[in-house]
Every structure is written in structure tokens, then in C-alpha cells.
């Protein structure tokens, strides 16, 4: 069974930084791609980023030039770098994992997803 466990989350001050991972188990890493989600309180879950087996990321307009998603093949592992973070990046982050090559930016396509951890900037 596929298992996805995010951690990293944290309180920071707006400005700061954070790095979560998603460590994934029960299939085979490289033919999957995946995803990063958030959902702030009262509001829908939205795409923040994405790589694809071929290491291709995609990442959502509000976070391009401060978010940075990778992946570690051999650890089975994705991780997002959130650098220059504000208060209106709080939100429970999300790791998922789709079984397909192809990348996807909507929610629903994702077949396994991880329980968030929380995120919490400050101003």
C-alpha cells in the first residue's frame, strides 16, 4: 500500500524559511509523478508545485522565484524549499503522488495523498 509522510512544517516569521519532505513508500518512486497542495482555513485546496519522473517541475504563480520542489530518487523522497515566506502562505501542506508520468496541476488526478503538516507565517 502507498504511503506518503510529510514533515518540516513549523511556525516562522514572514521572511523566513522552511523545508518539508514527503517521503514515499509502497511503489516504485520513479514512475510517479508529484505534488505539492495547500488549503488554508476556509478555502479550497490549491496546486503550490509538481515534478515529474523526469525531474520537470511546474510550480504555481504565487510561489515561483521563492518555492523550490525536488526530488531524491533513491531516497523515495520529494521535498519543497519555501524561502521569502509570507502570512499568506499558512495553510496545511499537502504531499501526493500520482500514478501516471504525466504532471497535473488539479487535485482529483492525485491517487495517494499524505495528513498535511502545518505551515504558519507570521507577520
Known amino acids: 500500500q502507498v504511503q506518503l509522510v510529510e514533515s518540516g512544517g513549523g511556525l516562522v516569521q514572514a521572511g523566513g524559511s522552511l523545508r518539508l519532505s514527503c517521503a514515499a513508500s509502497?511503489?516504485?518512486?520513479?514512475?510517479?509523478?508529484m505534488g505539492w497542495f495547500r488549503q488554508a482555513p476556509g478555502k479550497d485546496r490549491e496546486f503550490v508545485a509538481a515534478?515529474?519522473?523526469?525531474?520537470?517541475?511546474n510550480y504555481a504563480d504565487s510561489v515561483k522565484g521563492r518555492f523550490t520542489i525536488s526530488r531524491d530518487t533513491a531516497k523515495n523522497t520529494v521535498y519543497l524549499q519555501m524561502n521569502s515566506l509570507k502570512p499568506e502562505d499558512t495553510a496545511v501542506y499537502y504531499c501526493?503522488?500520482?500514478?501516471?508520468?504525466?504532471?497535473?496541476?488539479?487535485?482529483?488526478?492525485?491517487?495517494?495523498w499524505g495528513q498535511g503538516t502545518q505551515v504558519t507565517v507570521s507577520s
Open positions: 509502497g511503489r516504485t518512486f520513479s514512475t510517479a509523478a
Open positions: 501526493a503522488l500520482r500514478n501516471s508520468i504525466a504532471p497535473s496541476t488539479y487535485w482529483p488526478s492525485y491517487d495517494y
Open positions: 515534478v515529474t519522473s523526469g525531474s520537470r517541475t
